[in-house]
């Protein structure tokens, strides 16, 4: 009892001090949140007048994956879903299944089919790209001592490179999708020399072409390492799976000018602008399920028709002006494999809408 008193005593001596304090924090707490508001309405205002591109990701590996034929689902988000922008992927393991023996025939396809209606094609390049595992190791490479490695990841590359910088369609690369986020994917550590390497290599090869280096959905922090790109990319999860503390569902608290107050802080301290590169449109599954074999019930839990339908909103609201969607194979599977096609007709509901509303292509 008597230390309880003795406290409240200390707290009443005090309260001039603590009420100081607390006033402290908040103004400071006030500044900071009006200091986001101002860089988010400021990058929204700065880019407003910019052309709206609508585009999604697209791999034939997850198409397959799917038990999809990768050039009738590409099809179909080009005539049905009229995208005419395109993230286009070229895995190592793919492009070079034995060692210095090239093969481009996947990318080539698509390049021709969207060149068939006046479209673009940015292209990730390099070890660590879109869809799981991340890094997509060559077969014959496995096992390699660091230094062997990224000699061949180089090798691949220059060969990638090559065959693309005669391309009029290919209007950017996206070099290493999501490099520095360690915890994610099944990758070797992040070594940003490395990096600045294969930057200053695309860079010798295609010195025109403009490179995207991307960042996670929740990375913190401006990015004023090197190396500096031509434009960053950043991705937009808003429902994933917990695996590291409640192991439940998680609604991200991020609303869009969140993702215009980051792509403003970016602008300032490094004169670079940005863009949306991977907007989630799918699913996120626990760990452990296997989404062929998941029901539409559970898949519904982090992404069904009513949450897809607001997304291609939520992407514009952000700010960014070239919006690359994620999940158009899982779009397309769920309506020819389980004969569900809410979702694609939600999507594409929401495109429509936004090509009317925005004018956008």
């Given at each position: 009892?008597?230390?309880?008193?003795?406290?409240?005593?200390?707290?009443?001596?005090?309260?001039?001090?603590?009420?100081?304090?607390?006033?402290?924090?908040?103004?400071?707490?006030?500044?900071?949140?009006?200091?986001?508001?101002?860089?988010?309405?400021?990058?929204?205002?700065?880019?407003?007048?910019?052309?709206?591109?609508?585009?999604?990701?697209?791999?034939?590996?997850?198409?397959?994956?799917?038990?999809?034929?990768?050039?009738?689902?590409?099809?179909?988000?080009?005539?049905?879903?009229?995208?005419?922008?395109?993230?286009?992927?070229?895995?190592?393991?793919?492009?070079?299944?034995?060692?210095?023996?090239?093969?481009?025939?996947?990318?080539?396809?698509?390049?021709?089919?969207?060149?068939?209606?006046?479209?673009?094609?940015?292209?990730?390049?390099?070890?660590?790209?879109?869809?799981?595992?991340?890094?997509?190791?060559?077969?014959?490479?496995?096992?390699?001592?660091?230094?062997?490695?990224?000699?061949?990841?180089?090798?691949?590359?220059?060969?990638?490179?090559?065959?693309?910088?005669?391309?009029?369609?290919?209007?950017?690369?996206?070099?290493?999708?999501?490099?520095?986020?360690?915890?994610?994917?099944?990758?070797?550590?992040?070594?940003?020399?490395?990096?600045?390497?294969?930057?200053?290599?695309?860079?010798?090869?295609?010195?025109?072409?403009?490179?995207?280096?991307?960042?996670?959905?929740?990375?913190?922090?401006?990015?004023?390492?090197?190396?500096?790109?031509?434009?960053?990319?950043?991705?937009?999860?808003?429902?994933?799976?917990?695996?590291?503390?409640?192991?439940?569902?998680?609604?991200?608290?991020?609303?869009?000018?969140?993702?215009a107050y980051r792509a403003g802080l970016t602008e300032i301290f490094t004169g670079r602008k940005s863009m949306l590169h991977e907007l989630q449109v799918e699913p996120w599954m626990p760990n452990g399920f296997n989404l062929r074999t998941t029901s539409i019930a559970e898949q519904n839990k982090s992404m069904d028709a009513k949450r897809a339908a607001g997304r291609?909103?939520?992407?514009?609201?952000?700010?960014?002006?070239?919006?690359?969607?994620?999940?158009?194979?899982?779009?397309?599977?769920?309506?020819?494999?389980?004969?569900?096609?809410?979702?694609?007709?939600?999507?594409?509901?929401?495109?429509?809408?936004?090509?009317?509303?925005?004018?956008?292509?």
């Amino acid at each position: 009892m008597k230390t309880k008193n003795q406290l409240k005593d200390l707290l009443w001596r005090n309260r001039l001090i603590i009420q100081r304090l607390i006033i402290i924090v908040l103004v400071l707490y006030l500044l900071i949140y009006a200091q986001g508001i101002v860089v988010a309405h400021w990058y929204i205002n700065k880019h407003k007048s910019e052309p709206l591109n609508l585009g999604v990701t697209f791999s034939s590996e997850y198409a397959n994956y799917l038990g999809l034929d990768p050039k009738e689902t590409f099809q179909a988000l080009r005539d049905d879903m009229g995208f005419k922008r395109f993230r286009l992927v070229s895995f190592w393991n793919e492009v070079e299944p034995q060692k210095g023996v090239y093969d481009f025939s996947d990318i080539d396809w698509q390049l021709k089919m969207i060149g068939e209606v006046g479209g673009t094609a940015t292209v990730s390049i390099g070890l660590r790209q879109p869809r799981w595992p991340e890094c997509h190791f060559a077969p014959w490479a496995t096992g390699e001592p660091t230094a062997q490695r990224n000699a061949d990841v180089d090798n691949y590359i220059v060969k990638t490179v090559e065959h693309l910088k005669n391309s009029k369609l290919v209007t950017s690369y996206q070099l290493e999708n999501e490099y520095l986020l360690n915890f994610f994917g099944a990758c070797p550590p992040a070594d940003r020399n490395q990096l600045i390497s294969e930057y200053n290599l695309v860079k010798k090869i295609d010195p025109t072409r403009p490179i995207l280096l991307s960042l996670a959905n929740n990375y913190i922090g401006i990015p004023l390492g090197q190396p500096r790109p031509d434009e960053f990319a950043i991705s937009v999860y808003t429902r994933v799976w917990d695996s590291l503390f409640t192991h439940r569902y998680a609604q991200y608290p991020f609303k869009p000018n969140y993702f215009a107050y980051r792509a403003g802080l970016t602008e300032i301290f490094t004169g670079r602008k940005s863009m949306l590169h991977e907007l989630q449109v799918e699913p996120w599954m626990p760990n452990g399920f296997n989404l062929r074999t998941t029901s539409i019930a559970e898949q519904n839990k982090s992404m069904d028709a009513k949450r897809a339908a607001g997304r291609v909103q939520y992407g514009i609201d952000t700010g960014f002006r070239d919006i690359d969607l994620w999940g158009g194979e899982w779009w397309y599977w769920r309506k020819t494999k389980l004969d569900d096609p809410s979702v694609w007709q939600a999507v594409k509901m929401s495109l429509d809408n936004a090509r009317l509303k925005y004018d956008a292509h």
